[in-house]
């Protein structure tokens, strides 16, 4: 399972590990892991070269893929769940090409209209959007989904009443709902994968 945290339209310093958006995702590891139970369930967090997509660079899918490549060397042909927030978002939605990429956990993710839904034929995806975001808009996030539901992929919206785009506004609630989604991606996969009741976060 690889975290993919969010960034910049445009941004070409480097990213760090303590950039708040990078700490961001920390949280959502956490409750993943507990709602895993001990599961043998790799949980890998993709590290940017830099902060930004940067336009046709596409830095962050990049990263995204290498951090795919490195895991199939660690793991084997393994199914893969990706989790990305915001850029992150984006860069999951679009690295799931990837064959061993089963499914994807969208938090408030970057969708512009232009960005390709074929890849996502027979894929699981949950997109979670909070309503009154105002750094990337749900209703993005609603359209994209048509859009792949009707190129073939599995689809599931849920936007939050109230929901704002650091999801830090009832944020146990977003975390204990995205471990809640991702257990039941990674479990179709990997049916080993069972559910630990009532996952915390914090």
């Known amino acids: 399972m690889l975290f993919l945290h969010g960034g910049r339209a445009d941004d070409r310093t480097a990213s760090r590990s303590w950039h708040l958006a990078a700490l961001r995702m920390k949280p959502f590891v956490r409750a993943t892991a507990a709602a895993l139970d001990g599961a043998p369930v790799l949980l890998a967090e993709v590290r940017y ?15 995204a893929r290498s951090a ?5 060397r660690l793991a084997g042909d393994v199914p893969v769940v990706l989790v990305g927030h915001s850029m992150g978002g984006r860069a999951a939605l679009l690295a799931a090409a990837a064959p061993n990429v089963t499914g994807v956990l969208a938090l408030a993710p970057w969708c512009p209209p232009s960005d390709p839904v074929s ?84």
């Not at 795919?68 to 199939?72: F, I, R, T, V």
């Open 68 to 72: 795919l490549a490195e895991l199939g």
């Open 49 to 63: 070269r830099v902060r930004g997509w940067n336009g046709d660079d596409a830095d962050a899918l990049l990263d």
């Open 119 to 202: 890849h996502l034929d027979g894929k699981r995806v949950t997109v979670l959007h909070g309503d009154r975001d105002r750094v990337t808009d749900p209703q993005a996030s609603v359209e994209f989904t048509h859009r792949a539901r009707t190129a073939g992929a599995s689809v599931e919206t849920r936007l939050v009443p109230g929901g704002d785009h650091a999801m830090l506004r009832g944020r146990l609630d977003w975390h204990r709902a995205a471990a809640s989604i991702v257990i039941d991606l990674l479990g179709e996969a990997a049916p080993s994968v069972t559910r630990k009741p009532d996952p915390t976060g914090d």
